[in-house]
């Protein structure tokens, strides 16, 4: 339970953003939906969640099209990703990598640079232990990490204030009873909202894209990341190509966890944004964006 509270809503806002392409794949397990933005060496940018579409990456993935060809999908079992049997062991995160090989095999790139956030970095990590060969860079933003070590460290309630904390439990609890309205839904979002940012101004922004995860995925991945002990830091032991880790340095994601990831990656570089919480393209762009896209022009 710790670790779900710890990743359950890593996600980013909602503003609509105009795709240069859509298509959805048809393979064996399904559909799998994907966008494109921009055009050059291609950038694939895995959201948060787990349980989440790729709605609200849309921005991120245009402000990094200039000079790439970026690319966001639905995880499997969102949007307009759909999985033939929809059963509880459909949802591993060895699964989740096989759909990201669907993907690369289908746009016909022998390699590219992909960027993970929060749980995308997670599953950024898998991809690059299984694949290496198909990974030319990697950028970990605000990443969960290539290990379960997050579960040592103070989760979302730990972020809330004692009031908010009451709050919350309070609607927790009126949720559980029964209550379906979905203001109750919504201030119950918006205050788990506030434990992602530095700003909490931007809460009711966040909040709004909170409600929209599936909670059954979220809990079956997280369970199979628990029963597997998900772990591939002897893979990235040997992972000898260029990362760039971005984290804040006071947000959810403690950043002992990139520090840790820095220590273990041979070719990496760390940034520790002050100031900001679990969206530095949305809080610190100034340093953020600079970086990343430094990053891919170099890559």
């Known amino acids: 339970m710790k670790l779900l509270l710890h990743l359950t809503f890593l996600f980013l806002i909602t503003h609509n953003f105009q795709a240069q392409s859509e298509e959805t794949i048809e393979y064996?397990?399904?559909?799998?939906?994907?966008?494109?933005?921009?055009v050059g060496d291609p950038v694939l940018i895995i959201n948060g969640g787990p349980g989440i579409s790729s709605d609200g990456f849309g921005e991120l993935a245009q402000l990094l099209s200039e000079d790439n060809?970026?690319?966001?999908?639905?995880?499997?079992?969102?949007?307009?990703?759909?999985?033939?049997?929809?059963?509880?062991?459909?949802?591993?995160?060895?699964?989740?990598?096989e759909d990201i090989e669907v993907l690369r095999k289908h746009l016909g790139y022998e390699n590219w640079i992909v960027l993970g956030h929060s749980f995308g970095g997670m599953l950024a990590y898998a991809y690059a232990a299984k694949y290496p060969e198909r990974v030319c860079a990697m950028i970990q933003s605000h990443s969960g990490g290539m290990d379960l070590r997050l579960r040592d460290y103070p989760?979302?309630?730990?972020?809330?204030?004692?009031?908010?904390?009451?709050?919350?439990?309070?609607?927790?609890?009126?949720?559980?009873?029964?209550?379906?309205?979905?203001?109750?839904?919504?201030?119950?979002?918006?205050?788990?909202?506030?434990?992602?940012?530095?700003?909490?101004?931007?809460?009711?922004?966040?909040?709004?894209r909170l409600m929209t995860t599936n909670r059954t995925i979220n809990s079956q991945v997280w369970a199979n990341m628990n029963l597997i002990n998900f772990d591939v830091s002897e893979?990235?032991?040997?992972?000898?190509?260029?990362?760039?880790?971005?984290?804040?340095?006071?947000?959810?994601?403690?950043?002992?966890?990139?520090?840790?990831?820095?220590?273990?990656?041979?070719?990496?570089?760390?940034?520790?944004?002050?100031?900001?919480?679990?969206?530095?393209w949305l809080e610190r762009p100034e340093i953020y964006l600079k970086e990343v896209k430094e990053f891919l022009k170099s890559n």
């Open 155 to 208: 989760d979302l309630r730990d972020r809330l204030s004692r009031s908010q904390l009451d709050e919350l439990n309070q609607l927790v609890m009126k949720i559980s009873f029964g209550d379906t309205l979905w203001e109750t839904r919504y201030q119950r979002a918006k205050l788990m909202a506030s434990a992602y940012l530095n700003d909490s101004t931007r809460a009711s922004e966040v909040a709004e």
């Open 28 to 38: 064996k397990d399904g559909k799998l939906h994907y966008s494109t933005f921009g």
């Open 69 to 97: 060809r970026t690319i966001i999908y639905d995880q499997r079992g969102t949007g307009g990703s759909k999985i033939l049997s929809n059963k509880d062991k459909d949802y591993t995160i060895d699964f989740m990598v």
């Open 235 to 280: 893979e990235m032991k040997n992972f000898n190509k260029p990362v760039l880790i971005l984290n804040g340095v006071d947000e959810i994601v403690h950043k002992d966890i990139a520090i840790y990831a820095d220590s273990v990656l041979p070719d990496s570089r760390l940034i520790l944004m002050e100031d900001c919480g679990h969206y530095g």
